[in-house]
């Protein structure tokens, strides 16, 4: 089983690593809508996004 390890936490959000995916915990499920779309624009390639259950973003480890 994989370990559970907080990457940051704050009053806002909360980053959790398990295994290859990191669970992104955000309290207003906005500031997640925000960074798919920035994802989604960005320049560069970025992590793949698993899936989406508001409050929760899952993105793949790179």
Do not use: N
């Not at 806002?12 to 906005?30: C, E, H, Y």
């Amino acid at each position: 089983m994989d370990e559970v390890e907080v990457v940051v936490a704050h009053s806002q959000r909360a980053t959790l690593r398990v295994g290859d995916v990191f669970l992104k915990v955000d309290s207003d499920p906005a500031h997640a809508d925000v960074e798919v779309r920035a994802m989604a624009m960005a320049p560069m390639p970025t992590p793949a996004i698993l899936w989406r259950e508001p409050p929760v973003l899952a993105i793949a480890a790179v």
